[in-house]
Structures are given as C-alpha cells and as structure tokens.
C-alpha cells in the first residue's frame, strides 16, 4: 500500500517537472525575463529602504512630564569665600624661588652649550650692515664645487622635504616625532617651535607661500595659518597643547616670529603682517633692558638672543618696525661674554664652546663686524675644526647613530659661509658629504631623514636643521673674502715707517694733549678720529708695535675719557690681541684692566645672584670678586688724587664690596648675618651708617622678609618668630635716624617690603587683627608709598577674612566697603565671578549700596548666563530690602530663562517679594509647590526643605491662616518629630506652632 501511495507521488512530481519545463521552452524569453526582473527589483527595494533609513530618520520625542520644575543645588558655592580665595591670591608675596628644571627637551639649554638656539638657517633675509646677501630664495642658483651644493646634497634636501610631508600630525602641521610611531599616524599636540622650523625649510628651499606652482603649496599655506593663529592679541606665542616652561616659551616666540617674517618677506597679507606686528612687539617688550633676551625679563643668554636676532632681522627686512636699541643692546651682551681669543659666552665671558663661539661669530658679522680683526679671526680658527659628532646608540633594539652637534654644524655653516675664502672651502665640502652620507636611506618609513641627538634630539629636530644646513647655499650671497693675512708684528725700526703714517701719530698726539676736563664733545671726536686715521695707516703700512701700540692707547684714552666703559673694553681687548707676544702693556692698559676686571666680577656676580644660579657658579664668583677687589685696592695708589679713575676705582670697590656680602648672603644667610653682627656687637647704634653696618642691615632686612615669606607660605609660627626676631636687631640699630638720604633710598624700600611680608604672615597664620596692625604701621611710617596698592590689597584681604569670620566691627566693614568701591573705580575689567563673589562678600558686610555697584558691574562684564541670573536675583534682593519693590520685580524679570527650570532661589526670593507687596496668598501658593518637587530624604535638599517650610509657616501667619499654619506645621512635625536633628531649628517650629496657637 505504502509502495503504491509513493509511486503516485513520484508520478505526479514528474509530470509536473515535465509541465514546467514544457511551458519555459514554449516561451524562453519571457521566463528569463521575468526572473531577472524580479531579482533587480528584490534588490531595488533593499536599496532604496536603506538610503531611506539613512538620509531620513524617524524623530521620536520622549517627554517626562511632572507638575513643575525646580534646579536644586546640591552644593551650594559659597560666594563669600571665593572672593576671600582671591584676596589672598591677591596678597601672596612673589619669592622668586622657582627655578628652571632640568629637561630633555630639545629646547634646553646645558650649561651654556646652546640647547635651544634653534634656528631656521638663512631666515633673516637680509644680514645687516657688512652682512651677507638674501641669496634669490630659492635653489638653482649655487653650482656644484667646493664652496657650493652637489647634485648629492640636492637630493639629500628634497628625501628632508619629502620625510617632513609623511610626518605631520592630524592637523596638518609638526609635532615631536616619537620613536614608536607609523607613518602617517603621528600623533600628539601641535608644538609651534617644530612647525616654524619644518615651515623653514620649505620657505628656505623656495617653496615660499608665493610660489603658486609648488608641489608644497598647501602644506606651507596651512602651516602658515596655523601659526598665524596661535599669536594672541598681545604678540605672545599661545601653547597648542600641554604646558610649557618660560624657555619654551622663548624659543617659540622667536621661532615663530622667525618663520612668519619669511614668509611676509615672500607675499604679504593683512592678517599675516598684523601677526608679525604684534609677535615682534611683544619681542621688544621682554627685553632686558640694553642687553638681549632670557626667560625673564633682566636676564639675557647667547642661545636666547641669537634666536630673538634672528627674528627680529627677517622682521625688518619684510618691512615691520623694529627698534634699533634692540640691536645695540645685542651688540653690547656680545662685547660682555666675548673674549678676546675668540669664544663666546652662554651667560658669561669664559664658558665658550664651539656651538657659542659659532653663534657669536655669525651674530656679530650679522651687526656690522669685518672677519678680519683679531676677534673674529680667532673665532674662525675655533669654528672650522667642527665636524661631525656621531654616537653610536641602541634605538627600537638596533644600532643608531644620531648626529649630537647639529645646532653647532648650522650657526658654523652660517657663519664661515659669510666668512668665505679657505676657511668656508675647506669647511663645505666635509659637512656637506658628511650630511649626506648620514640620511636615513631606503624604503622605510625613516627614508630621507635624519637621527638628532644631544641638544636637538629625535628625527624630526635632526631632520629640519639637517635640511636647513644643506639650504645655506640658497639663502645668501657670501660678501666677505675669508680673513686674509695674519698682520705682522714681528718689528722694525721706526725710521722705516712712511713719513705719512709718523705724520699722523704725531697730528694725533697733539690733539689727544690739547684735551682739558671741559673739552667739548666735537673736541674729543676730533681727537679719536684722528687717533683711527693713525692706527689705520700705520697698521697698513706694518708699522712697529712701539707706535702702533701707542694710537692704539690713544683711542683707548679718549673712549675712557668719554665714559664708554663697553668701547674701553673692546678697545683694551683688541690691544692685548694685536700686542706681540712677551711685550708688557702700557700702564695705561694695567690700570684699565684692573678696573675692566672689577667690573667684570661685577656683572659675574650679578649673574651669581640670580635665583637660578648653583651654588657651585656663586663660590666661583666669590671667589673671583675677592681676587678682583684685592688687586682693584693695590691698583687704587696708581691713580693720581684728582684722575676720574681713581675716583672710579673706588666706586668700584665699594660695589666690589657689596657684591662679596651679598653673594655670601646667598650662598649661607644665617652664617653671613652671623658675622656681620659679632663684628657690631662692639659699635654703639650711634653716628653716620659705616658702608660695612649699611651691607648687614641690608642683609638683615632681606633675612627677615625672606623668613617672613616662609612663614606665610608654610604657615610656619618658627618663621614668623624668626622674622619678628631679624626686625628687633634691625630696629636696635636706628637705622633710620641715622642713615643719609642715600642710605635711606636703600634701606626704606627693603624695611616697607618687611613691614608687608609681616602683615601678610599674620594674615596667612589666622591673626587678622594683627596683620592689620602692620598694615597701619606700614601706612604710618610710608604714607607716600609707591606699594599702596599691595598695602591695600593686604589690608582687603585682613578685614574679608572677619568679616567671612563674623568678628568685623561696623567700622571695620566701612572700611571694606571704602577700598573695594576704591578698587572698583580704578582696577581694570575683573571676571564677572569674581565681581559678584565681592558683591556676596560685601552683603555680610552689610555694605549694600557698594555690593550693589559690584552687582552692576558683573552684569556689564556680559557674563555667562548662570552668573547673570546669580547677579539680578541679588539686585532683586538688594531692591526688596530697600523698598523698591519695582526694581526688584524688573531685576526678576530680566534673568535669563534657564531650560532645564526655575532655581530654587529665583522661587525664594519671588515668594519674599510676593510677601513684601502684600500677596501672602500667592507666595503660599509658591512654597507649597516648592515643597512638593523637593525631597526631605535626600541629603542634599533636605537644609533647603527645612527652610522653605519654616517661611510656608511664617507665610500662614501672615495670610491669618491660623488654623491652616497650624494644621500645617503639625503635619511637618510629624514627619520628622526631631526636625532634621537640629535643635535651634525645632525650636523655632514649636515657638511658631505656640504662636499660631494663641492667634487662633
């Protein structure tokens, strides 16, 4: 059966089959058709359905309804002690304790070995007075020899470029290329000095923002926008990511300046020569006056204001303005850590190294200095024996070797390129193959570049100085001939001198002998040129040293005589450099080395001074200003009584004394005081202030104000007493009945400082009343002060700090109001936040008609809108409590509408204001639904549940709804029997629930 049931089956599937086939023979045509068009349309609409879903979202809304919305704050912030908070920022002293920390950054400097002198080689177009040449901005023009590029060197230049393209980071410009990175995904914040030297590049390789036609077109646009954008609106560099130490900001400033006066030089635009404007202003604004640039404005380093130079050179020539005093003073830091074997200075004359004495070279033949005197000759021979300094080193787990002088091989490339002759030819060649042969080669992502190492480590820092070097030939025309001929001093006989150049001596001795005390100005210049005119025609006619050595003290002479004690000591050095050796100096010469000498351990010991300095570079200076002053005293007998020198040399010896106690102030301040006072002990407190007391009390006012300033920092009682200690011993001497107008100059600013700092550690250690006694005794002793506004600061600071407290008395908080409304009308636009922090400040003071104008304030300041609310809801409130209730409704309605709902303190103080008017009933109405949106349980609301129903209650009585306040109440009372654990607060209901009891 089950046989025959299956045969059916099959029987029927077959006839089936043979139907369907049958029909598709029939019509072919139509069947295939009609499957491909149902595909195509099967997949149509799948197509479709998504583009649909896509570019077309449903919008669903999602809505919690409640009966009303209040903001409740779950941490009230409590204005009065945020303006306290500012008061005492306001008043704490500046120690200048800080001091620079030890980096790896490529930007540091060590020791004066010019860490951060970055510069971006040829950027200043055009080199000054006896500079180079800007060499056409482009390549193509130097041809391949010696003193030339190669054809190597070319390539080598375009695989830098190529490297800097693959290497930037998501925002198109340059950051710190990590060891770990791939190519294409450079990651990390965008760094300005690394984008100003890779622009650089480009620009020096003539592809300058003019260039329409090149490839890096782009890419040099882009980079130039974004630097243009992080200057601020007063010229300073602003940091795109992290933070930065002053020397960073030094570089970049200078960096950035540098590239974005190329590329104003190349194609101007307004917002790029603004730029340039502002960046170059506030370069001026930090110098130290007559000298260069340092992280701080007093200070100056070689690295730092070769940089700033730079910059300022490129920014003249693209046509901004720029101060010629700037140069001057650049001219007068070189003469100072200049020496006359050659090298120059980091910080100080003698710690010359190879990267500095190059950079010292090129800088002063950028200012107007001939390759050819003895100096300058003596840097070159120091300057051609750079080579290349190669270490090799474990980098990713293989073997590398990073170039370690980079920074010194640009500023001698720059340098001896605008020397020429033998010393460039000679130098060219072995740095340029030698570059060369050090790029990274093959297929990796490495390919083009080159490994930095020391003071410019990485790739990215290798590869843009690098590259920058290899350009030197594309950025100036060399205007020098090499330094020719070592001068002959080796002698002759007077009598084998031309006539002519005797002639001129002689015409010289005659002028420089005529010379009286009161010779005018015209006078002495006639006489110093006719002394040049002398020295120049008997150096070019090898003349013996016996006369040239005397025009030579001529014009040291009269440059002596004419105070211009720089031009002496140029003068003096080139003296001892053209003196034939084993030939003594003139006594001229001595006494004026001796007195050059003091000066300099004078200036060594300012430097020693500074906060930064290690106590190593503070022993050296003291030792050498001990050495200075003991020869300084010998050579004082040289001198004739009446001679200006002599009258310079002890001044000089006084400074000399100065230094040496101050400098052993610095290195032991309780050993130096120490001393000082077993060498008074004996001296009674009466007569003129010897120098030597004067130094101590000097010393003794700065030990106090420096343990005063601890205390006040580390709240330290120990300090304080310490301090108050040093200001007895200096008030037991009287020093001020006794001291001169001169002293007084010195010694009043250093007590008035004293008399803060102590205020200012009262206040720090909780005793404001006490504090505000110094502050009277400040204004009693100093009422012409030029520190009225810090004494003023302090004494806010001291009357806030009880108010805040609760112990100002009504005179107390008169004053506060008086100086807030005084620094109202004077200090310049405050954040609307701190202006209204003072205004709360000045409501517990009830000061309210002077919290009011800081309320005002705020509001023009154009705040944020939570700070606006917080402005007109106190107006409102000040407005209420005076009676004009109009205003306080005009102040309601004028704060912002906050979307998210009303603030619990904007329902408070309308409530008040429907109570002020008469209408209990709708500030009832109020509270009540207050209340409800507010949770008791909740910690966080439960002090302003509390207080909303006391006023509810307050509210009945008024609205003489007995029997519903007391309903009311006794409901309150029954949810929480202990009134939230606050006894004050419980008693005040049952005072009230009593109240409501006998009324009804």
């Known amino acids: 059966?089950?046989?025959?049931?299956?045969?059916?089956?099959?029987?029927?599937?077959?006839?089936?089959?043979?139907?369907?086939?049958?029909?598709?023979?029939?019509?072919?045509?139509?069947?295939?058709?009609?499957?491909?068009?149902?595909?195509?349309?099967?997949?149509?609409?799948?197509?479709?359905?998504?583009?649909?879903?896509?570019?077309?979202?449903?919008?669903?809304?999602?809505?919690?309804?409640?009966?009303?919305?209040?903001?409740?704050?779950?941490?009230?912030?409590?204005?009065?002690?945020?303006?306290?908070?500012?008061?005492?920022?306001?008043?704490?002293?500046?120690?200048?304790?800080?001091?620079?920390?030890?980096?790896?950054?490529?930007?540091?400097?060590?020791?004066?070995?010019?860490?951060?002198?970055?510069?971006?080689?040829?950027?200043?177009?055009?080199?000054?007075?006896?500079?180079?040449?800007?060499?056409?901005?482009?390549?193509?023009?130097?041809?391949?020899?010696?003193?030339?590029?190669?054809?190597?060197?070319?390539?080598?230049?375009?695989?830098?470029?190529?490297?800097?393209v693959r290497h930037r980071n998501q925002q198109g410009v340059w950051t710190e290329v990590r060891p770990d990175h791939r190519e294409g995904r450079v990651r990390g914040p965008s760094d300005v000095a690394r984008t100003a030297l890779a622009l650089l590049c480009f620009v020096s390789a003539g592809h300058g923002p003019e260039r329409e036609d090149s490839p890096y077109r782009k890419i040099v646009l882009r980079a130039q926008r974004w630097l243009v954008r992080r200057v601020g609106s007063k010229g300073r560099f602003r940091t795109a990511g992290g933070e930065r130490t002053r020397w960073q900001?030094?570089?970049?400033?200078?960096?950035?300046?540098?590239?974005?006066?190329?590329?104003?030089?190349?194609?101007?635009?307004?917002?790029?020569?603004?730029?340039?404007?502002?960046?170059?202003?506030?370069?001026?604004?930090?110098?130290?006056?007559?000298?260069?640039?340092?992280?701080?404005?007093?200070?100056?380093?070689?690295?730092?204001?070769?940089?700033?130079?730079?910059?300022?050179?490129?920014?003249?020539?693209?046509g901004v303005s720029v101060e010629r005093d700037c140069f001057r003073g650049v001219r007068n830091w070189l003469d100072l850590v200049s020496a006359s074997n050659g090298t120059t200075g980091y910080m100080r004359r003698g710690q010359g190294t190879r990267a500095m004495t190059a950079t010292g070279l090129f800088l002063r033949i950028m200012l107007g200095e001939e390759p050819t005197t003895p100096m300058n000759r003596a840097a070159v021979r120091i300057v051609e024996q750079t080579r290349i300094n190669r270490s090799y080193v474990l980098r990713n787990g293989e073997a590398s070797a990073p170039i370690n002088n980079l920074y010194e091989i640009y500023y001698a490339a720059l340098a001896l390129y605008q020397v020429g002759g033998s010393p460039w030819l000679a130098f060219n060649p072995r740095i340029r193959d030698g570059l060369v042969a050090a790029q990274t080669r093959g297929e990796g992502c490495e390919r083009g570049s080159w490994l930095g190492g020391g003071h410019t480590p990485g790739l990215l820092l290798g590869t843009t100085f690098a590259t920058l070097t290899l350009e030197t030939y594309y950025r100036y025309m060399p205007v020098h001939q090499g330094v020719g001929e070592e001068p002959d001093d080796d002698g002759g006989e007077e009598e084998a001198v031309p006539s002519a150049a005797v002639a001129a001596l002689a015409r010289a001795e005659e002028l420089a002998a005529a010379l009286a005390p009161g010779s005018s100005k015209g006078a002495l210049l006639a006489a110093e040129e006719a002394a040049d005119r002398a020295l120049t025609a008997l150096r070019g006619e090898r003349a013996p040293w016996s006369l040239e050595g005397r025009a030579r003290e001529l014009l040291i002479a009269h440059a002596w005589r004419g105070g211009e004690l720089r031009l002496v000591r140029r003068r003096v050095d080139d003296y001892l450099s053209a003196m034939p050796h084993g030939a003594p100096p003139s006594p001229l010469v001595e006494r004026l080395r001796r007195l050059l000498g003091g000066r300099e351990a004078l200036a060594l010991a300012g430097h020693a001074a500074a906060p930064e300095a290690s106590e190593d570079d503070r022993r050296a200076a003291l030792e050498r200003v001990r050495r200075e002053r003991s020869a300084l005293a010998t050579a004082r007998a040289d001198f004739a009584p009446g001679d200006p020198g002599r009258r310079a040399c002890e001044r000089l010896l006084e400074a000399l004394a100065e230094a040496e106690d101050r400098l052993a102030f610095a290195l032991d301040p309780d050993a130096a005081v120490a001393q000082g006072l077993e060498r008074l002990a004996e001296r009674p407190a009466q007569g003129p202030l010897a120098p030597e007391e004067l130094r101590l009390l000097?010393?003794?006012?700065?030990?106090?104000?420096?343990?005063?300033?601890?205390?006040?920092?580390?709240?330290?009682?120990?300090?304080?007493?310490?301090?108050?200690?040093?200001?007895?011993?200096?008030?037991?001497?009287?020093?001020?009945a006794r001291c001169t107008p001169e002293q007084a100059a010195r010694l009043g600013p250093l007590r008035e400082g004293a008399l803060l700092a102590l205020g200012a550690a009262r206040l720090a250690l909780?005793?404001?009343?006490?504090?505000?006694?110094?502050?009277?005794?400040?204004?009693?002793?100093?009422?012409?002060?030029?520190?009225?506004?810090?004494?003023?600061?302090?004494?806010?600071?001291?009357?806030?700090?009880?108010?805040?407290?609760?112990?100002?008395?009504?005179?107390?908080?008169?004053?506060?109001?008086?100086?807030?409304?005084?620094?109202?009308?004077?200090?310049?636009?405050?954040?609307?936040?701190?202006?209204?922090?003072?205004?709360?400040?000045?409501?517990?003071?009830?000061?309210?008609?002077?919290?009011?104008?800081?309320?005002?304030?705020?509001?023009?300041?154009?705040?944020?809108?939570?700070?606006?609310?917080?402005?007109?809801?106190?107006?409102?409130?000040?407005?209420?409590?005076?009676?004009?209730?109009?205003a306080a409704r005009e102040h309601l309605a004028a704060a912002p509408e906050d979307p998210r709902g009303e603030s619990v303190e904007l329902v408070l103080e309308r409530c008040a204001l429907f109570r002020a008017d008469g209408a209990p009933e709708d500030a009832l109405r109020e509270y009540l639904s207050l209340l409800r949106s507010l949770r008791r349980e909740d910690p966080a609301q439960a002090k302003l549940w509390w207080r909303v129903a006391e006023e509810a209650g307050h509210t009945f009585r008024e609205a003489k709804d007995y029997e519903g306040g007391r309903r009311f109440l006794e409901s309150v009372r029954l949810q929480d029997r202990s009134f939230g654990g606050d006894p004050e607060r419980r008693r005040r209901f049952v005072a009230l629930m009593r109240e409501l009891d006998l009324l009804r």
């Open 766 to 886: 909780g005793n404001a009343p006490a504090a505000l006694e110094a502050v009277a005794d400040w204004r009693a002793r100093f009422p012409q002060s030029a520190r009225a506004a810090q004494g003023a600061r302090l004494e806010r600071a001291a009357l806030a700090s009880l108010v805040v407290a609760g112990r100002a008395d009504a005179a107390q908080r008169r004053r506060l109001g008086e100086l807030l409304r005084a620094w109202l009308a004077s200090a310049p636009a405050a954040p609307a936040e701190e202006l209204l922090a003072y205004g709360k400040l000045l409501e517990r003071a009830e000061e309210r008609e002077v919290a009011a104008a800081f309320y005002e304030q705020a509001l023009s300041a154009k705040p944020d809108p939570g700070v606006q609310g917080e402005a007109r809801l106190a107006l409102a409130r000040l407005a209420r409590l005076r009676g004009d209730l109009d």
């Open 249 to 318: 900001h030094c570089y970049e400033q200078a960096l950035g300046t540098l590239a974005l006066a190329e590329c104003l030089a190349r194609k101007r635009s307004d917002s790029l020569e603004r730029a340039v404007e502002r960046a170059v202003g506030f370069i001026q604004r930090t110098r130290t006056r007559g000298l260069g640039w340092r992280y701080r404005p007093g200070e100056t380093d070689t690295s730092v204001t070769s940089w700033m130079t730079l910059a300022l050179k490129s920014a003249a020539h693209a």
């Open 698 to 736: 000097v010393g003794l006012l700065r030990r106090a104000v420096g343990r005063l300033n601890a205390a006040a920092k580390e709240r330290s009682q120990t300090a304080l007493a310490e301090g108050l200690q040093d200001l007895e011993r200096y008030d037991a001497r009287r020093a001020e």
């Open 1 to 164: 059966m089950r046989r025959g049931k299956a045969s059916v089956r099959e029987r029927y599937r077959s006839s089936l089959r043979r139907g369907l086939l049958a029909r598709l023979e029939a019509s072919p045509a139509y069947g295939f058709a009609g499957l491909l068009h149902a595909a195509f349309l099967v997949g149509l609409s799948f197509w479709t359905l998504a583009v649909h879903l896509r570019e077309r979202p449903e919008s669903v809304e999602v809505r919690l309804v409640r009966s009303r919305e209040f903001l409740t704050p779950t941490a009230p912030r409590d204005r009065s002690a945020v303006a306290l908070d500012s008061l005492f920022d306001a008043i704490r002293p500046d120690r200048n304790t800080l001091r620079e920390r030890d980096s790896a950054e490529p930007f540091h400097e060590a020791r004066g070995d010019a860490l951060g002198s970055l510069d971006a080689l040829g950027t200043i177009r055009a080199l000054g007075v006896g500079g180079g040449r800007f060499g056409g901005g482009g390549r193509g023009g130097a041809v391949e020899r010696a003193g030339g590029a190669s054809s190597a060197s070319d390539g080598a230049l375009n695989g830098g470029l190529d490297w800097l």
